[in-house]
């Protein structure tokens, strides 16, 4: 049985910030009102010749820089995204090409904002039964795409980025490498949080984000939290034992209320949220890249994440890097 090993990380956002200010020019809002309710005071939003792709492409040549590796060593490429280039063929072909990969398998997960811990579940899956070596796994949205600017509700929260996991088979790694992971769903939530419209239609039907933020918000932090318990009790593992929890980059609110219910010290907790809004899939690579950066993450920390996300679908996934 393999040992998938967290070998490499890179992140990339665009250059474009929008500011709470700038959001004020555009709707009925303040960065008064979206700091204090939603933690938020800039997000990065592509320009108008970047795609999904683009994003990961950059996520990934650093994830790979940061590996060692070559873009012929990957023997699995799977890329977590709501926003692909076009509908089909997937990001991950594309990137398969972009990087000069082998004829390897490359696909999409389509799992919301959980869909960096599902990709990461599938890379822990592979290796551990020995199928393949070395899986890129890349958290990529556009969210700018979908979301309806004259909706305050959603036009405040939703960004742009990038961040990707190079993760390999190490033996004889002194890190325990992923330890374990969850995902559950439940649709009967289906339409608290779903895209409508259709991408080839006119600019009044085009895909946007429609959200029941109340009731997310609540479910959010009942199944974030109820997630990360479990799959901590199952491993035997007691928040001592933990030196980072980074949750989905959803709402600041929402990630202190999980700490608060997890009683886990927030000083532990990585956010990011403030720079960069909610990005979906990327916003768990590239809070994991970004307090690396800082210094904060080092090599044999014990991490947990968490997300959630339209379906309802969420998850966590333990790992010492
Ligand atoms: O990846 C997962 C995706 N989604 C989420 O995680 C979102 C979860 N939900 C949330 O983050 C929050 O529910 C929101 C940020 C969307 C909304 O915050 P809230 O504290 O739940 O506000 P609310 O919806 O209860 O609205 C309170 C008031 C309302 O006005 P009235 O009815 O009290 O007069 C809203 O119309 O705030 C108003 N409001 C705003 N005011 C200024 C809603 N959005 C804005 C805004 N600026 N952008």
């Not at 977590?80 to 991950?92: I, K, L, Q």
């Not at 599938?122 to 969210?143: F, P, Q, S």
């Not at 409508?196 to 085009?206: E, L, Q, R, T, V």
Request: proline share 3%.
């Amino acid at each position: 049985m393999g040992k998938a090993i967290v070998n490499g990380v890179g992140s990339y956002v665009p250059s474009t910030v929008i500011t709470n200010n700038d959001l004020e020019k555009l709707m009925d809002t303040s960065h008064e009102w979206i700091s204090t309710r939603t933690g938020i005071h800039e997000r990065r939003v592509i320009g108008s010749t970047e795609n999904t792709s683009d994003l990961a492409y950059k996520a990934s040549l650093l994830a790979l820089e940061d590996s060692g590796l070559t873009p012929e060593d990957i023997d699995l490429i799977v890329v977590a995204t709501e926003t692909p280039d076009h509908m089909f063929p997937p990001v991950a072909t594309r990137l398969q090409t972009l990087l000069g990969c082998r004829t390897i398998g490359a696909y999409d997960v389509h799992s919301t904002c959980v869909g960096f811990i599902s990709a990461l579940q599938i890379a822990e899956l592979y290796i551990n039964t020995d199928k393949v070596n070395h899986v890129l796994v890349v958290g990529a949205d556009a969210l700018s795409k979908i979301v309806d600017y004259t909706e305050r509700s959603t036009a405040i929260l939703f960004a742009d980025g990038a961040g990707a996991f190079v993760v390999s088979n190490i033996m004889d790694s002194k890190s325990e490498g992923i330890i374990d992971s969850t995902i559950h769903s439940d649709g009967q939530y289906y339409k608290d949080l779903y895209v409508i419209g259709d991408p080839n239609g006119s600019d009044n039907s085009k895909p946007k984000i429609k959200m029941n933020g109340n009731k997310i918000f609540k479910l959010a932090v009942n199944s974030m939290s109820t997630s990360v318990k479990g799959l901590l009790k199952k491993n035997k593992l007691h928040y001592d034992e933990i030196d980072w929890l980074i949750p989905h980059q959803a709402n600041q609110r929402i990630i202190d209320a999980i700490a608060r219910n997890l009683e886990f010290p927030s000083k532990k907790v990585i956010s990011n949220i403030k720079y960069y809004g909610n990005n979906s899939a990327a916003t768990i690579p590239l809070a994991f890249a970004v307090a690396r950066r800082e210094g904060k993450i080092k090599k044999g920390d014990r991490i947990v994440l968490t997300a959630f996300g339209g379906g309802l679908i969420w998850g966590s996934l333990i790992f010492q890097y």
